[in-house]
């Protein structure tokens, strides 16, 4: 008993040491998000539970002001699909037609359109109205969680995905990939200072948005492999023989 259970604990940290430092971060941040949403879920929706979200509202009123107001609602731009929606076709048409990297440029809009679906269906399902007391206007449509937050973290988070495998200076590339984190998190902040989003439905938004970028890039990377190895060399070969008459 003692050996076998010996032996699968040297197999497990074998497999451990296999994963890189990316993979790790990548898992920890995996698994956080999955513990994160499922807390928030039980939190909100089993016990009913709101005085973190109203605690927030109430230690940012102090910091209420016009200029903030103009600062958040720029911000929030950023993170509505008036700007998501041309942001992620200039992606497509730079890997269509400039870059030329035909993989990137299926899974833009792959990603984005598979976001915006499971936004739909969470929102959906869940149900939660928005706070009644919008800073400025009034939001329309469903609370939980944060599309802003889940769209953000996977247009702005696929950014940073190619932005890591494909920038080789390693100052721009994390000036880059810092500056996109941050502005991810302001976008979520930004929804919280309106007043339009509780701080839950932006936590759960991040954490949902991740684990759906982490999913679809590992789904796409496989289709990815397979095309590669099954799917191009057949159509290379088809064009190549000639047909026989």
Same mark, same amino acid.
């Given at each position: 008993?003692?050996?076998?259970?010996?032996e699968?604990?040297?197999?497990?940290?074998?497999?451990?040491?296999?994963?890189s $430092?990316?993979?790790?971060?990548?898992? $920890?941040v995996f $698994?956080?998000?999955?513990?994160?949403?499922l807390?928030i879920i039980?939190?909100?929706?089993?016990?009913g539970?709101e005085?973190?979200?109203?605690?927030?509202?109430?230690a940012l009123q /102090?910091?209420?002001?016009?200029t903030?107001?103009?600062i958040?609602?720029?911000?929030t731009f950023?993170?509505r699909?008036e700007?998501l929606?041309p942001a992620?076709?200039m992606l497509?048409?730079y890997?269509?037609?400039?870059r030329?990297?035909r993989?990137?440029s299926?899974?833009v809009p792959?990603?984005a359109?598979?976001?915006?679906?499971?936004?739909?269906v969470?929102?959906?399902?869940?149900?939660?109205h928005? /706070?009644?007391?919008?800073l400025?206007?009034?939001?329309?449509?469903?609370?939980? /969680?944060?599309g802003h937050a889940?769209?953000?973290?996977?247009?702005?988070?696929?950014?940073?995905?190619i932005?890591w495998h494909s920038?080789?200076?390693k100052r721009?590339?994390w000036?880059?990939i810092?500056s996109?984190?941050?502005?991810?998190q302001?976008?979520g902040f930004?929804?919280?200072?309106?007043r339009?989003?509780?701080?839950?439905?932006v936590?759960a938004?991040?954490a949902?948005?991740?684990?759906w970028?982490?999913?679809s890039?590992?789904?796409l990377?496989?289709?990815?492999?397979?095309s590669?190895?099954k799917?191009?060399p057949v159509?290379?070969?088809?064009a190549?023989?000639?047909?026989?008459?």
């Amino acid at each position: 008993m003692v050996r076998v259970v010996r032996e699968r604990v040297s197999k497990f940290w074998a497999a451990l040491a296999l994963l890189s $430092v990316e993979m790790l971060v990548v898992l $920890v941040v995996f $698994v956080g998000s999955l513990i994160a949403f499922l807390l928030i879920i039980r939190r909100i929706f089993k016990f009913g539970n709101e005085k973190l979200d109203f605690r927030v509202f109430d230690a940012l009123q /102090p910091y209420v002001t016009p200029t903030n107001n103009k600062i958040m609602l720029a911000i929030t731009f950023l993170g509505r699909h008036e700007f998501l929606i041309p942001a992620n076709l200039m992606l497509i048409a730079y890997f269509l037609f400039i870059r030329k990297h035909r993989w990137y440029s299926i899974k833009v809009p792959a990603i984005a359109l598979s976001s915006l679906a499971l936004m739909f269906v969470l929102k959906n399902l869940f149900g939660r109205h928005r /706070p009644l007391i919008p800073l400025l206007e009034e939001a329309r449509g469903l609370s939980f /969680p944060s599309g802003h937050a889940l769209m953000s973290v996977t247009f702005y988070g696929l950014l940073i995905y190619i932005t890591w495998h494909s920038i080789t200076d390693k100052r721009l590339k994390w000036a880059l990939i810092i500056s996109l984190l941050i502005l991810i998190q302001l976008i979520g902040f930004s929804r919280i200072y309106l007043r339009v989003h509780y701080t839950t439905d932006v936590i759960a938004g991040f954490a949902t948005g991740f684990l759906w970028l982490v999913i679809s890039l590992w789904v796409l990377k496989q289709f990815e492999k397979y095309s590669k190895r099954k799917i191009i060399p057949v159509m290379e070969e088809s064009a190549v023989t000639p047909r026989k008459l």
